[in-house]
């Protein structure tokens, strides 16, 4: 799983070389989910415009397992 940019300014682009589903989350340092979308065809965008500037966790949940990130919010 590839994802850019990092530091984010509007958008989080996330990208997976493999044929897979999965739902991308996206949480506060509180663990509050602050944004959702679904990975499909390899690709997904987290719309992060309206968040205040901060550190933020990526979370992808696909099939066999998942994947965490942090991106910093510019």
Known sequence: MNYKPNPATDK???S???????TVFLLNMQGSIVGETS???QTATLD???LASGVYTVKIIYNSGFVIKRVVKM
């Open 16 to 22: 997976s070389a493999a044929q897979t589903e999965a």
């Open 48 to 50: 992060t415009q309206s």
């Open 12 to 14: 989080i682009h996330i």
């Open 39 to 41: 990975l499909n065809n």
